[in-house]
């Protein structure tokens, strides 16, 4: 392993290239935005931003669980069967999720309903298992997952934000143009309707190829030129 | 040491062990979560039953006002025959397994199991909640996706809808599943199941026509869901509608 032959002093816990494990998937290497991994549950459960916060500790906590699990591993995982070996300690890890969401967030478990199992397919976690914990010692794993996360936690929020806001004028669950009861107030009085279309998947990938248009014009150098 | 990693015998041991020990994870933690997870679709199923009277409850509080409102619960056949044994009060606690207690009806399974709605089993709860009596039943249908279920209370007189609750499995959100929002449940509040004696069901109807006194809107662009909803409701509730109309209950 590179890193253990060139620097034989103990590596400060956030050194430069750590600090870089957290913050690149946040803009730079967006598991969404760049890499286009995790579409799926990005689109799905990004209409109310509760379930997007909950979605995201979920995947938050797979992701770290299961890169820390396999880093451990990593030395005593036969190549021949590693896939099969990463896919149990996801499944293992999502079935805990889901069991402590049913357990102890009951009515937000019923929201994401089978979105949590599906964390299981959520090419993401597959991927930084395969790609980085594998080869990392725990620590770095952590961070990268950590990193990951929240960088998949942050797509889903802004989604969901302006999901919740056009589709349901809600943030929250929060009334913020007026309520639109019987009698309607605020917006709603003058003639303002919820976008129904804000509530469906499709408005989610017109979010997202916004917000990857404003990343990549911010930031030129994340232009493909091919 | 010098052990092989891509051996067969080091693969088939290494995946032994790991499922021997992931095995034995998951079975521990779906046990020690398992009471949670019961005391929460129990008490939610209380919530629901409650709330369709008109009760502002949290689920926390649900099995203490179960305990205190439910002053009896029994199961009727379709013919509205009270099944032998069934008849329970609040002084009965609800155990587990106990077929012949109304609360422990799995709707669900009966409705997509038992094919003849004549052979299902339809619990009653009559609830007292102040100073009146509410009788409140389950409904259980198809929606577009999969199951809508639902609560509806009726007043003392057997006929006029005190309150309903709705909810869904997976109607798409913004359409069908608005069935589970207030202002899809209000409407019902009122309507009656019958005129004249003769039963009549509520009908959700497209949006426009003048409605009476048994008809609520439906949901624009939750036709499948509106049409589940009204077919569960005149299925089921004319097995309450005979039962409340000729029964003891209703008479004094």
Redesign the interface.
Known sequence: MSTETVEKEKEPLFSKKNKALITDPLSDNNPITIQVLGICSALAVT?KMNNALVMSLSVLAVLILGNLVVSLMRN??????RI??QL??VA?LV??VD??L???V?DVSKQL??FVGLIITNCIIMGRLEAFALGNKPWPSILDGIGNGLGYGLLLVVIAFFKELF??GTLMGIEIFGSN??EPTGLYAIGYEND?LM??PPSSLVIVGIYIWIQRSRKKHLIETH | MAINKESNGYVIGFSIVMVVVVGAILAGVAMALQPAQKANVRNEKMQNILQATGMELDRDEASDKFKKHVSKRLILDYYGNVLEGSEMTSEDEIKDGNEKDAFNVDMLKEFKTIKNPKDRNYPLFVVDYKDKTYYVAPVQGQGLWAAVWGYIALEEDGVTIAGAVFDHKSETPGLGAEIAQKWFQEPFIGKKIAENGEYTGISVIKPGPQLDEHSVDGISGGTFTSVGVDEMIKRTMVVYFNYLSSSELTQN
Do not use: D
């Open positions: 209409v005593v995982i036969p190549g021949r069967i099969i070996v149990v300690v293992s079935i805990i069991q402590v049913k357990a102890y009951y309903s089978v589709g349901s009861g019987a129904g509530l469906l």
